[in-house]
């Protein structure tokens, strides 16, 4: 329970058992993720696929790894798989516990002082736990990289900074203009 009251009140991760403070989000990270969910939201729209996305999201990678994605997207098909799960009630719906599977496409946006922790050890353990797609954009260097899941392990599928247009393989027909990422 001691636990529990402290994970609620928020920005804590379970990295290997330990209870984790992880710091604030400042505006201008959460912002830079919001544009890309825009972007998302009207290629989506656009051609009539499916999809749910959230942010500040628990990834429970297993008992002893869950971390708080800054946002995630699940499309198509995969929905179907997370409204299949089941969980003891009194929260029973998939959307209100950590996500137990992968969801399509995960972004992290880099916090001041915890760059390693969102390139390395996050992209290892999203690797792990078969996340296909996986996105770390820096609101500070303004510059995206979207990484693809092949093999077990994550390639860089497309990256630029600035004012760069990117084409993730993952989201066939999606053009990124980087400039609308960083708008304000």
């Not at 984790?20 to 939201?41: C, H, S, W």
């Not at 719906?93 to 390139?119: A, C, F």
Request: aromatic share 10%; with cysteine.
């Amino acid at each position: 329970p001691e636990i529990r009251a402290l994970w609620d009140a928020g920005r804590y991760e379970i990295l290997n058992g330990i209870l984790t403070l992880m710091p604030p989000a400042l505006f201008e990270g959460g912002q830079v993720v919001d544009n890309l969910k825009y972007i998302l939201r009207d290629y989506f729209l656009a051609r009539g696929i499916r999809y749910v996305s959230s942010g500040e999201v628990d990834i429970e990678i297993d008992p002893a790894r869950v971390v708080r994605a800054d946002s995630v997207v699940i499309v198509g098909g995969a929905i179907a798989a997370f409204e299949a799960l089941q969980f003891p009630p009194p929260d029973s719906d998939w959307k209100r516990n950590p996500l137990t599977l992968p969801p399509t496409l995960i972004i992290e946006s880099v916090s001041r002082g915890h760059k390693t922790h969102d390139h390395v050890t996050k992209k290892q353990w999203y690797a792990e736990f078969r996340v296909p797609n996986y996105w770390i954009v820096d609101a500070l260097s303004k510059s995206l990289e979207c990484w693809i899941l092949r093999g077990g392990e994550f390639f860089e599928d497309a990256s630029g900074k600035g004012n760069d247009r990117l084409r993730p393989s993952g989201f066939d027909g999606l053009e990124i203009d980087l400039h609308k990422v960083w708008e304000g």
